[in-house]
Nanobody
């Protein structure tokens, strides 16, 4: 059974940083494209970032480009989201997702497995 477990969320002041982690219990982790999405209260789940199976390619949503970075460690079955320069509008539940041979990285329907999410709150 595949499980994705996020950690690292919390309360931070505007301008601060957080590093989210997503540990995956997938034996063939290196065969899955990974992504982060976020959902703010009363809003749709939005794409944040995605990274290829090898970690050689990544895309970042324009709303967080220059502030957020996605990375992965295939030896540890973990994907990370480094968030710098946080703003109050970044407040959301952040979830990681795993997809096999994803062709449209920002499409949440392309991912088979999802974590429960971790709350990020940014105070102004």
């Amino acid at each position: 059974q595949v499980q994705l477990v996020e950690s690292g969320g919390g309360l931070v002041q505007a301008g601060g940083s957080l590093r989210l982690s997503c540990a995956a219990s997938i034996r063939t982790f290196s065969m899955y494209d990974m992504a982060w999405f976020r959902q703010a209260p009363g809003k749709e789940r939005d794409f944040v970032a995605a990274i290829s199976r090898s970690g050689g390619s990544a895309i970042i949503a324009s709303s967080v480009k220059g502030r957020f970075t996605i990375s992965r460690d295939n030896d540890k079955n973990t994907v990370y989201l480094q968030m710098n320069g946080l703003k109050p509008e970044d407040r959301a539940v952040y979830s990681c997702a795993a997809g096999y041979q994803v062709t449209t990285w920002d499409n949440k329907g392309a991912y088979e497995y999802w974590g429960q999410g971790t709350q990020v709150t940014v105070s102004s």
